[in-house]
């Protein structure tokens, strides 16, 4: 039996979770749920995420978990941010793969590929400098000071500043995290993905880790300079599985990567990047295999691992049981596996990818026309997957 923490979210959040519950229920692993009850509704009227919803994932270290709308110009941060902030949870998984029956521009492609993007460091950190603040252009003084080589050559007043921190161990701990997952799944290549060309000390550090984690779990290099004078990282080696060169490291610029997604993404299969490069990418990627109704997605941490839908509440569909459950159920699929039950992930995968493809018991979203009368709701999908795999 596993104690998972389920999180109702708002919106139309409480219908796809409702879905995805039976769904996993369905696939005959024992689950005690601990449900909250938590949206933004909770959330105003207690001024904040429930320390108890906090207390309930760090006991059950897994959790699921429903949209929740961030409102805007309120004060709120997004709640999304908090948990994973609150819970560092440094790694967000991404998978995109085609299914058939979705339809999309890249349907005679083969994408099965997974975006592992850090989550913690990079423009994210928040640390940024308003313009016409005095600090801020005390800052940029200090910095044209220190500055050997280019300086910023806009006006202190009238420039802002936000500051892109990388370091050393926020990157070990991702590109450990990459192929620790590409070994136990199976994966036969990591791409190590940013903009190392135009920052050096920043993105250059990111490649010199990458390639030191890649040479660590005894990767292949695609390139034989890209290992030239590359030492395995010593925090690593000897402690990691060894891929035995079967899996293959790669590396490619950010702008690149975009354009070789779009031209031929089945050469790719794990792609770890930066917080920044990872928001950009995920998204071209959910693009590629039919949009956000089918994206889901993960964020693991030391602490837990929390498992969602790339997309929010749609709130304008709350209420009418309208809504395509897929991403939170493939969601559940990625928990599955993350607590072991693979068989059970397998299966509910299949009944899914079967659903899809028959093309009948389909939300709207996935009719070849919106408006198609033939479209079901949101719980007549998720009960023809759980026939699927009586
Ligand atoms: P959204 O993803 O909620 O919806 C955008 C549009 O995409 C919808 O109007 C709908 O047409 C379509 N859509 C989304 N999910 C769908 C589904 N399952 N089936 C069919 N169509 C679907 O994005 P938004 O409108 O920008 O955000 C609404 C709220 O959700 C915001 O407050 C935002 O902050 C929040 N949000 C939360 C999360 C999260 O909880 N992880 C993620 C993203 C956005």
Request: aromatic residues 6%.
């Amino acid at each position: 039996m596993h104690k998972i923490t389920l999180i109702t979210g708002d919106g139309t959040g409480p219908e796809i979770v409702e879905a995805t519950r039976k769904c996993i229920d369905a696939t005959g692993v024992k689950i005690d749920w601990d449900v909250q009850e938590c949206g933004i509704e909770i959330i105003e009227a207690e001024g904040k995420v429930p320390d108890r919803v906090i207390e309930s994932i760090k006991a059950n270290k897994v959790a699921i978990k429903g949209p929740i709308t961030t409102p805007i110009g309120k004060g709120f941060r997004s709640v999304n941010v908090y948990l994973r902030q609150e819970l560092n949870l440094y790694a967000c998984v991404r998978p995109c793969k085609s299914y058939k029956g979705v339809r999309t521009y890249f349907e005679d492609s083969n994408v099965d590929l997974v975006l592992i993007r850090e989550n913690t460091e990079d423009l994210y950190a928040g640390v940024e400098f308003q313009s016409g603040d005095d600090k801020t252009a005390q800052l940029i003084k200090t910095i044209n000071e220190f500055a050997s080589g280019k300086k910023i050559n806009t006006r202190e007043d009238t420039t802002g500043v936000s500051i892109k921190p990388i370091s050393y161990e926020g990157t070990r701990r991702i590109a450990d995290f990459a192929f620790d997952y590409a070994i136990k799944n199976e994966r036969k290549s990591v791409t190590s993905v940013c903009k190392a060309n135009i920052m050096k000390f920043t993105d250059g550090l990111w490649y010199d880790e990458t390639r030191a984690a890649a040479l660590a779990y005894g990767a292949k290099f695609e390139w034989d300079e890209l290992a030239e004078g590359v030492k395995p990282d010593p925090e690593l080696v000897g402690k990691v599985a060894d891929s035995n060169g079967n899996v293959t490291y790669m590396e490619r610029l950010i702008d690149n990567m975009c354009m070789q997604l779009v031209q031929k993404p089945e050469l790719y299969d794990v792609i770890v990047t930066q917080n920044l490069y990872g928001d950009i990418l995920s998204d071209l990627c959910a693009g590629l295999v039919g949009g956000l109704g089918v994206a889901p997605g993960a964020n693991i941490g030391t602490e837990a691992a929390l498992f969602e839908a790339t997309h929010g509440s749609a709130p304008k569909y709350k209420g009418q049981n309208k809504v395509n459950p897929t991403a939170l159920i493939l969601s559940g699929k990625m928990m599955l596996d993350y607590i072991g039950e693979r068989e059970a992930a397998a299966k509910l995968e299949q009944a899914v990818a079967d659903v899809i493809a028959e093309g009948k018991d389909v939300t709207y979203d996935m009719k070849p026309n919106r408006n198609d009368p033939t479209a079901v709701g949101t719980q007549e999908m998720a009960e023809a997957i759980c026939r699927k795999m009586q």
